[in-house]
């Protein structure tokens, strides 16, 4: 049985280098599209910074997550 994961919308403004740099990986093929960049990109930086700090997943999660 699979999960369904609701996705949120966050606007975020970043430089054009970043942007580029995101367009770079889609187009290689490295991520399908800029927005699976980012999601991969904030779950390394969570898991760096908190969840192997001591801090579980499971406390980052809302009940309508």
Do not use: C, F
Request: net charge positive.
């Amino acid at each position: 049985m699979s999960r369904v994961i609701r996705l949120h919308l966050v606007s975020v403004k970043l430089p054009k280098a970043y942007v580029k740099g995101l367009d770079t990986l889609v187009d290689r093929g490295t991520y399908p599209t800029r927005s699976e960049a980012i999601r991969v990109a904030i779950r390394d930086l969570l898991k760096r910074e908190l969840w192997i700090s001591g801090s579980p997943l499971t406390m980052l999660r809302t009940p309508e997550d």
